[in-house]
Each structure stands twice: as C-alpha cells, then as structure tokens.
Nanobody, 121 residues
Framework: QVQLVESGGGLVQAGGSLRLSCAAS????????MGWYRQAPGNQRELVAVIPNGGITNYADSVKGRFTISRDNAKNTVYLQMNSLKSEDTAVYYC???????????????WGQGTLVTVSE
C-alpha cells in the first residue's frame, strides 16, 4: 500500500504565500516524477507543476515565476512554495506521484486526498 498525504493548505490573503507538502509512505521502491495538480469549482483538474527524479521542472504558465516545486528524495516528499498568490489560485491542490513498489515493476500513479487553498482579496 502507498499513501500520499498533503498538508499546508489554508486561507491566505492575495499577495501572500503558502507552502504545501506531500509525503509518500508505504511500499516504495523508488519514485519517478512527482507533481501538483489543482481543481477549482466547476473546472477540470489541471497540472500546476511537475518535478522528475532528476531533470527539468515544468510549470503551468499561470504560476511561472510565482510557484516553486521541489522534492526531498530522502523523505519521499514533494513541496510547492506558492508566492504572490491570487484569488484565481483558489482550488483544491492534489499531490501526484509515479511510484515503483518493487525492482523491475512499472511505476503506478498515486494521488493524495487534496488540500484546499483559498486566496481572499
């Protein structure tokens, strides 16, 4: 069993900052890409940022220059530092990871339960 547990969401004023964390636990052999998605009410889930295990990070155009994704492989944790938050960043943020549970196995995709970020004007 593999679990992704997010933390760090909450209410913040526009222009403020929040840091999201997502820790993976369970039967983990290795973790490939990790990322953050978000879903606002009435909208589809969209990619916010992704960080491979080595390689170049990728961001949605709407968050470039404001958000930074990072990971700590020793802790199986991915972070999302969000600065200069805007009301349009309000959404449920979901952690995502491609995890191998044994040597030789293809990675499977896992999702966290989501954490709500609300940005007020």
């Amino acid at each position: 069993q593999v679990q992704l547990v997010e933390s760090g969401g909450g209410l913040v004023q526009a222009g403020g900052s929040l840091r999201l964390s997502c820790a993976a636990s369970g039967s983990i052999f290795s973790i490939d890409a990790m990322g953050w998605y978000r879903q606002a009410p009435g909208n589809q889930r969209e990619l916010v940022a992704v960080i491979p295990n080595g390689g170049i990070t990728n961001y949605a155009d709407s968050v470039k220059g404001r958000f930074t994704i990072s990971r700590d492989n020793a802790k199986n944790t991915v972070y999302l530092q969000m600065n200069s938050l805007k009301s349009e960043d309000t959404a449920v943020y979901y952690c995502n990871a491609y995890i191998r549970t044994a040597w030789g196995r293809s990675p499977s995709q896992y999702w966290g339960q989501g954490t709500l970020v609300t940005v007020s004007e």
